[in-house]
């Protein structure tokens, strides 16, 4: 049979029943001999039998409770010392063995050298900004799917969105250049690649995020601005800026 380690909160556990199995023992002769080395490990108040064997209970075929222990490494090396022969060879090897592979998984990877180093410290940040960026993202699809909209608020979401480029033309300028006036206002920040509005701004029902596929793995998130997010940025410009759209300057040149 092959052994199976129980990691129990971090502790590396067999099942008695298992040990009994393994070296050919009746599983109530096994428990009898824990039993004996419990007594005997409890004349030493420096010796705890807990860190040989933990009180366990399993249900039997009857579905009937039935008592047994897990043993830990120390539990087996103490089983092992007392048994001869082929078995206790074979039983010691197993439980080596496995403690030493279920050790091995439960290890953090730590790097051996500069260059894994270097490699491990580059996945970690680029895990952290793409958790920051997704937590981030996701903070603004909520808050712009919370408000409830008033009767001029669904008017207005009924009509098409539009890039920061295409409300840009409206004032001559490019969509960069936009997004950094309205960076410089304290409207939005860039995170990603993706520019995404401060909190106070997000539940205003400005901006509707889309997310866009780049290939079977990756996506992208745009924000577009409602006809909403239009008259706030036209309104922000005007009284902040003093910056007006074309037709507006047009108007008051001639």
């Not at 420096?46 to 009180?55: E, G, H």
């Not at 992208?220 to 003093?242: A, C």
């Amino acid at each position: 049979m092959e052994l199976k380690v129980i990691n129990k909160k971090g502790q590396l556990l067999l099942h008695s029943r298992d040990v009994a199995e393994m070296t050919g023992k009746r599983h109530f002769h096994l428990t009898r001999d824990i039993e004996g080395y419990i007594r005997i490990l409890s004349t030493n108040p420096n010796l705890d039998s807990l860190n040989f064997f933990i009180p366990s209970n399993y249900k039997d075929g009857k579905g009937e409770s039935r008592p047994c222990y897990l043993l830990t490494r120390k539990g087996c090396d103490m089983v092992a010392n007392k048994m001869t022969g082929e078995k206790g060879v074979l039983f010691t090897a197993a439980y080596v063995t496995k403690f030493e592979e279920m050790e091995n998984k439960l290890k953090p990877n730590i790097p051996q050298s500069l260059p894994e180093a270097l490699r491990l410290a580059a996945d970690l940040a680029e895990r952290n900004e793409n958790l920051l960026l997704e937590n981030a993202q996701k903070t603004q699809v909520i808050s712009e799917l919370q408000p409830k909209a008033s009767y001029y608020d669904l008017v207005l979401q009924n009509k098409s969105l539009l890039s920061i480029s295409k409300i840009a033309k409206d004032y001559g300028m490019s969509g960069t250049k936009m997004n950094k006036i309205l960076h410089e206002l304290g409207i939005q920040y860039k995170q990603g690649g993706c520019w995404l509005l401060y909190q106070k701004f997000a539940d205003k029902g400005y901006t509707q995020s889309k997310t866009h596929a780049i290939d079977s793995e990756k996506s992208k998130l745009h924000t577009y601005w409602t006809q909403k997010g239009r008259l706030f940025i036209y309104e922000t410009l005007k009284n902040k800026k003093g910056i007006l759209p074309i037709i507006e300057r047009e108007e008051r040149a001639s």
